[in-house]
């Protein structure tokens, strides 16, 4: 079978994920994108040798999956109209601009039975998959605490150039909300549950709405407490980065970055420094393998088998975004988080 895909949005989002496709095995036909901008739509068209489709039900009817890779107040009507037609769908993440969205769309493709996937992508990159084995290994011992930056120029401007970020009835929020949900997720994936959240934000560049800087400090069920420091600034020469430190009762382990590191270990019985194709042999030697997270989507289209990760997972995340926001709109309070679902592994 060759899964027909559909894109709506045409953006740095869609881009991203074409890109994904267009080194993926399984076999696949991208069969058109629309975006409510004509001009970007076929501009992307052109460049990628594309079909441009006039509309969103265009879209639905010529494709098996769409890809929903628009502004994010738009992602629950077009995640409904997908599923009302029994299509497979891929939403980029944040789900929505808010919980309650987020929820009713998790049951909305799971009452049409569809194959249902998020771009929380981070959890496949090479440097976070060595992290958490490295954590969870038991010569490290319990976390302790966990240091977490993640900064960013304000992406309304660069190869972003996303207007809709400085618009709150678009967007729904800024940076906790936009980027760090990743952040959260890979907290919880990397550690373990979360129990409470205290957070505090600010608005430096006076976006209504969108909050430039979020402070996270997060409690976990097993031990141990995390810093989040998320910043949206304007420093255009400083490309995405994400640091974690974990601290270990005895290791220290570090990831300079989320994709190829280097990731480094520190402890008494000897260090780790490994990045790129050593990162890789690494990963290969403890039975981690790697993943195209749009491969493994379309595989799951493909065989009707579920995708990971699903919206449940989105909804966890909306569900820690949700506690911060009310944190800081209550002057920084802890705020307790419900249980995390049992995931498994894709």
């Given at each position: 079978m060759t899964v027909r895909i559909g894109v709506l949005g045409a953006g740095f989002i869609a881009r991203y994920h074409l890109?994904?496709?267009a080194s993926a095995r399984t076999p696949h036909e991208v069969v058109g994108i629309h975006d409510p901008?004509?001009?970007?739509?076929?501009?992307l068209g052109r460049e990628l040798d594309l079909p441009v489709l006039p509309s969103e039900e265009a879209v639905l009817d010529a494709a098996d999956a769409v890809y929903v890779c628009t502004w994010t107040s738009e992602h629950p009507r077009l995640v409904a109209a997908a599923a009302a037609a029994?299509?497979?769908?891929?939403?980029e993440k944040p789900l929505a601009v808010d919980l309650a969205a987020a929820r009713s769309m998790l049951a909305d493709v799971r009452a049409a039975g569809v194959v249902h996937q998020v771009g929380l992508v981070l959890r496949d990159a090479p440097a976070m998959r060595l992290l958490r084995s490295l954590v969870h290994e038991p010569s490290s011992g319990p976390v302790m605490g966990v240091v977490f930056r993640d900064d960013q120029y304000l992406p309304v401007q660069g190869v972003y150039a996303s207007d809709w970020r400085a618009d709150k009835a678009r967007a729904g929020a800024g940076t906790l909300l936009e980027h760090s949900i990743h952040d959260l997720d890979l907290l919880e994936w990397v550690i373990g549950p979360i129990t409470s959240v205290t957070c505090r934000t600010e608005h430096q560049h006076a976006i209504d709405g969108i909050e430039d800087m979020a402070v996270v400090l997060a409690t976990f069920a097993g031990g141990g407490v995390a810093t989040l420091t998320s910043v949206w600034h304007d420093i255009l020469a400083r490309?995405?980065?994400?640091?974690?430190?974990?601290?270990?009762r005895d290791a220290m382990i570090t990831a300079e970055s989320d994709l190829w590191g280097p990731v480094r270990r520190q402890r008494d019985a000897g260090d780790l420094d490994l990045a790129d194709d050593a990162l890789r042999d690494e990963l290969a030697a403890r039975g981690l393998r790697l993943r195209n997270p749009d491969d493994g989507f379309l595989r799951a289209v493909r065989d009707g088998t579920v995708a990971a990760p699903g919206f449940e997972v989105a909804v966890r995340a909306h569900e820690l975004l949700d506690a911060c926001y009310r944190s800081a709109h209550a002057g920084g309070v802890p705020i307790d988080v419900p249980p995390a679902p049992d995931e498994e592994e894709p």
């Open positions: 890109a994904m496709l901008d004509d001009a970007k739509a076929q501009a029994g299509r497979a769908v891929f939403c490309p995405s980065l994400r640091r974690i430190e974990v601290l270990c």
